[in-house]
T-cell receptor, first 112, second 110 residues
Framework: DAEITQSPRHKITETGRQVTLACHQTWNHNNMFWYRQDLGHGLRLIHYSYGVQDTNKGEVSDGYSVSRSNTEDLPLTLESAASSQTSVYFC???????????FGEGSRLTVL | QKEVEQDPGPLSVPEGAIVSLNCTYSNSAFQYFMWYRQYSRKGPELLMYTYSSGNKEDGRFTAQVDKSSKYISLFIRDSQPSDSATYLCAMSSGNTPLVFGKGTRLSVIA
């Protein structure tokens, strides 16, 4: 079965360190998204990509970057982690405009 | 004003009750309306999908979209303890990213 895999599932890091969260999908979907989920804020869009070499900023992109070198992967990088980036991060894919989003299991990041 | 407003609850009901969850939105271009269910420490999963206006029923779940009022609803009949989860409304227009409500946390008490 096709799936979407996030790693690591849990990570603790220190302020100022660079962190990369991996997202790998076997759906062969062009559309991929990164959201963060915080109490009181729901799911907020960080970055998204509609295909190889395409990346776009979302609502809360400051301090984050993504790159899309192939269809399967969209890694999310925190260039210099801050305590405000402590959150649960979800990667998602979509096969068609207006279609269903398929989510990974989430990556829980704590920045001390 | 956020594009999508959803009362975060929490909402607690007895088993067997009818549950009504709602969202309002401001962007009249939204055409695709969805409800996701999220269990604790899991990713959201699609529960109901509606294109444009109208009703859709699937078992104990009914989704309604009223585009004239910019209002969507999810009804759960005969609620069960297994329905205890966070319910998120989401919507988009064409190929734009989904915009989510904050989610409503529901507890169904046996």
């Amino acid at each position: 079965d096709a799936e979407i895999t996030q790693s690591p599932r849990h990570k603790i890091t220190e302020t100022g360190r660079q962190v990369t969260l991996a997202c790998h999908q076997t759906w062969n979907h062009n559309n991929m998204f990164w959201y963060r989920q915080d109490l009181g804020h729901g799911l907020r869009l960080i970055h998204y990509s509609y295909g190889v070499q395409d990346t776009n900023k979302g609502e809360v992109s400051d301090g984050y970057s993504v790159s899309r070198s192939n269809t399967e992967d969209l890694p999310l990088t925190l260039e210099s982690a801050a305590s405000s980036q402590t959150s649960v991060y979800f990667c998602a894919t979509r096969g068609a405009p207006g279609g269903e989003l398929f989510f990974g299991e989430g990556s829980r990041l704590t920045v001390l | 004003q956020k594009e999508v407003e959803q009362d975060p609850g929490p909402l607690s009901v007895p088993e067997g009750a009818i549950v009504s969850l709602n969202c309002t939105y401001s962007n009249s271009a939204f055409q695709y309306f969805m409800w996701y269910r999220q269990y604790s420490r899991k990713g959201p999963e699609l529960l109901m999908y509606t294109y444009s206006s109208g009703n859709k029923e699937d078992g104990r779940f009914t989704a309604q979209v009223d585009k004239s009022s910019k209002y969507i609803s999810l009804f759960i009949r005969d609620s069960q303890p297994s329905d205890s989860a966070t319910y998120l409304c989401a919507m988009s227009s064409g190929n734009t990213p989904l915009v989510f409500g904050k989610g409503t946390r529901l507890s169904v008490i046996a």
